[in-house]
């Protein structure tokens, strides 16, 4: 199981790589694995200014629908377009081409409370 170490995860299984005051957000090799082969990715807050834990859209899988929720407040800024058409790509790349949304964080201390790799690991006994 690939679980990057320069990366932040969320105990909802989802992943934060921080640029700046923007963070890219999306599933967790763990969390794809588990929902299955993705069918379609809604997110319909974009430009919208959320706070954490808020949920940002959805991940409909072949058996189950899964909230994405929002690991730090601020604006959804960007959206993946692409998974539209290629929703799969959250199973094949999660940490790269498969990513959800980015995100113009308003509270850096927010930052403190996602967990690193190692501590990801451990939830989810790796």
Do not use: I, M, N, V
């Given at each position: 199981m690939n679980i990057p170490a320069d990366l932040k995860y969320t105990k909802d299984h989802e992943w934060v790589k921080v640029e700046g005051d923007t963070v890219t957000v999306g599933i967790t090799d763990f969390a794809q694995g588990e929902l299955g082969d993705i069918v379609y990715v809604e997110v319909e807050t974009l430009d919208e200014t959320l706070d954490i834990e808020e949920v940002f859209g959805t991940v409909e899988a072949v058996k189950t629908v899964s909230?994405?929720?929002l690991p730090l407040s601020g604006e959804v800024t960007e959206f993946n377009g692409t998974l539209e058409?290629?929703?799969e790509l959250v199973n094949t790349d999660p940490y790269g081409?498969?990513?959800m949304i980015k995100l113009k964080f308003s509270d850096a201390s927010q930052l403190e409370g996602l967990m690193s790799a190692d501590d990801y690991k451990a939830l989810i006994g790796a």
């Open positions: 909230d994405l929720f058409d290629e929703p081409a498969g990513w």
